[in-house]
Structures are given as structure tokens and as C-alpha cells.
């Protein structure tokens, strides 16, 4: 009969599921770039993790909280993979998000009250069949919450919600935690979450004047 073989401390040190806590070992995390070099260059692997849920809080329409996540749903789009939107507060602008280098065949829209648009957004991230999902989703809680971080992870799909501000100060399971936010008539992104990366309270992303 054939021992089997015990893994060392190295090696299981050494799986990507296992984070140290070390200035010089990065966790190895998928990651899909945003298309912002300072906010890529701070976070692990580079980018939105994949198979995993991003929150984006904000303090009120109309800071940049969707120019935020537009270059990797670009990009996604352009590689054939489905991005779909869940329950979105406004009619999506179809001429600007051609100009920020979404195709079209591949963007999805689906309109959901407060009770179903969880639910959906859990659905579509289970399928398999989406590189990305975005919710609006205003009053979720955690158990919900943690659903779509399972789905992700099932689906192996970007999960990102966009939720108010107010909420920053509560728990989550999200992978990822950013605010956006206005001082100084510009737009700023803080890393509150990040497997991985030290919380910081400094902006981390300038994104416009």
C-alpha cells in the first residue's frame, strides 16, 4: 500500500487560498484590470478580483461611481463575455457607453424591484455565463450579501454592487470595499476592503477634477 504524501508547511503556505500577511508576499489573486493604473498598482492582482464580490459605495449619484467600473466592462464586452446590469436607477445611456468602448451585443439589462433583484443578480452570476454582473442594490444584508459572494465564486464571474455610503461602516463579506467620494470639486476612491491589502484612509484614485 502506497503512503500518501503529507504536504509541507511550505507548500501549503504556498496555495493560493492562503493569505500571509506580508510586506513581501502578495497574495496570488484573478483579478480583471479596472483601466485605472493607480488603483490596479494598490490592488491584488491588479484589478477586480474575479470570482468574487466588489462592493462600490457612494455618497450620491453622479460622482463617477460608473466611470469607476467602465473600462473593465469594456473590455469584457469586447472579449464576447456578457456583462449584465441588475436593476439599474437610470435608463442606461446607450451613446456613451458605445464612446467608453462597450459593445452592445453583449451589455444586458434586466429591471427588478428591491425582493428580485438580488435574487437575479445571484442567478446570473451561478450561470457560468457572465464575465460580469452590476447591481444596484440599496438595502441588502449580509446573509444576501454572502449569497453573492458564494455565486460568484460558483460562477467564477466579477460581482459589483453599487450601494450608498452609509452602509460603509457595516460588515461585509465582499472581497472588495471602495468609496467614492467628492472633496475639492474632484472625485476620489478610498480602499476600505481588500483581501489581501491593508485598508487605507487615503485616496488611492483621483479620477477627475
Given at each position: ?16 487560498g ?10 496570488r489573486?484573478r ?8 488603483l ?5 492582482g491588479g ?8 462592493e ?15 473600462p473593465?466592462l469594456a473590455?469584457?464586452t469586447?472579449e464576447?463575455r456578457r ?5 439599474p436607477?437610470?435608463?442606461p445611456?446607450a451613446p456613451a457607453?458605445?464612446?467608453a468602448g462597450?459593445?452592445?451585443?453583449f451589455?444586458h ?6 425582493t ?8 446570473c ?5 457572465c464575465g460580469a ?5 440599496w ?5 444576501s450579501l ?6 460568484a465564486e460558483s460562477?467564477d ?11 460603509a461602516?457595516?460588515?461585509s ?9 467628492n ?14 491589502l491593508?485598508?487605507?484612509?487615503a ?7
Amino acid at each position: 500500500m502506497n503512503a500518501i504524501a503529507t504536504p509541507t508547511l511550505a507548500q501549503v503556505l504556498d496555495h493560493p487560498g492562503i493569505w500571509r500577511r506580508s510586506a513581501e508576499r502578495q497574495p496570488r489573486v484573478r483579478a480583471l484590470a479596472t483601466g485605472w493604473e493607480s488603483l490596479d498598482a494598490k490592488l491584488p492582482g491588479g484589478g477586480w478580483p474575479q470570482g468574487a464580490l466588489s462592493e462600490i459605495l457612494y455618497e450620491n449619484d453622479g460622482l463617477g461611481e460608473l466611470d469607476l467600473v467602465m473600462p473593465a466592462l469594456a473590455a469584457l464586452t469586447q472579449e464576447h463575455r456578457r456583462v449584465i446590469f441588475v436593476a439599474p436607477p437610470h435608463l442606461p445611456y446607450a451613446p456613451a457607453l458605445v464612446a467608453a468602448g462597450v459593445d452592445l451585443r453583449f451589455l444586458h439589462e434586466i429591471h427588478a424591484g428591491t425582493t428580485e433583484a438580488a435574487w437575479s443578480m445571484e442567478q446570473c452570476l451561478r450561470s457560468g455565463c457572465c464575465g460580469a454582473v452590476v447591481g444596484w442594490l440599496w438595502d441588502i444584508d449580509y446573509r444576501s450579501l454572502r449569497r453573492l459572494q458564494l455565486a460568484a465564486e460558483s460562477g467564477d464571474a466579477c460581482a459589483m454592487i453599487f450601494r450608498s455610503a452609509e452602509h460603509a461602516a457595516h460588515n461585509s463579506p465582499a472581497a472588495l470595499r471602495l468609496k467614492v467620494s467628492n472633496s475639492d470639486e474632484a472625485t476620489y476612491v478610498d480602499v476600505l476592503k481588500s483581501r489581501g491589502l491593508l485598508t487605507t484612509t487615503a485616496p488611492l484614485l483621483r479620477m477627475r477634477a
